[in-house]
């Protein structure tokens, strides 16, 4: 089962802040976090492990709440770099090495 | 540093053809990837590998094969290409299994008509 995101898209404006979810019905081990710009490779952003560790990358962070099974993206003061799509990716025991990617949220920054 | 490499970038077939994109990595690393992308779709992965000659299916493997000869190569085989084939095609690999990130190849486009 592919974890869920939200929201599908977002449109920001440069300097404004944005959240995105991921969320699973499994007991997760681990979630990652991929940006995609158009037409290239997804890139690493970061990993959170469970025990709800916060991580964070420049103005790009995130939470992951173990009770819930579900991890936010916070993109603080959007940048125009930070365009592009946003993948969460999962595992669970029984996905153990083999992420579940959600559907991703496509973010553009405007200036 | 090369990281993961694709080839072909693009590739037309017809139904009913076969062809297989290449996949190398210069990284050392055990654990390779093969991942389609649908339009507006997240990542759905086809088949695994977790070392030289060791190989295992992912959640879409059918009418794909692998091959896993060397560490560094590793090509996946379509079979009787289908429309339903048409997808982006990404390589991936990574150092370890479980909480290690993924490094992916540049994709290949594929059409099938």
């Known amino acids: 089962q592919q974890p869920v995101q939200s929201p599908q898209a977002v449109i920001l404006r440069e300097g404004e802040d944005a959240v995105i979810n991921c969320s699973s019905s499994?007991?997760?081990?681990?979630v990652h976090w991929y940006r995609q710009k158009h037409g290239e490779a997804p890139v690493f952003l970061m990993i959170l492990l469970k025990g709800g560790e916060q991580k964070g990358h420049d103005k790009i962070s995130a939470s992951f709440n173990e009770k819930k099974q579900q991890s936010s993206l916070y993109l603080t003061a959007s940048q125009l770099s930070y365009s592009g799509t946003y993948f969460c990716g999962t595992e669970s025991g029984d996905s153990w090495g083999k992420l579940q990617f959600g559907a991703g949220t496509q973010v553009v920054v405007t200036p | 540093n090369a990281g993961v490499t694709q080839t072909p970038k693009f590739r037309i077939l017809k139904i009913g053809q076969s062809m297989t994109l290449q996949c190398a990595q210069d990284m050392n690393h055990n654990y390779m990837y093969w991942y389609r992308q649908d339009p507006g779709m997240g990542l759905k992965l086809i088949y695994y590998s977790v070392g030289a000659g060791i190989t295992d299916k992912g959640e879409v493997p059918n009418g794909y094969n692998v091959s896993r000869s060397t560490t560094e190569d590793f090509p996946l085989r379509l079979e009787l290409a289908a429309p339903s084939q048409t997808s982006v095609y990404f390589c991936a690999s990574s150092y370890g299994q479980g909480y290690e990130k993924l490094f992916f190849g540049s994709g290949t486009q594929l059409s099938v008509l």
């Open positions: 499994k007991a997760l081990y681990s």
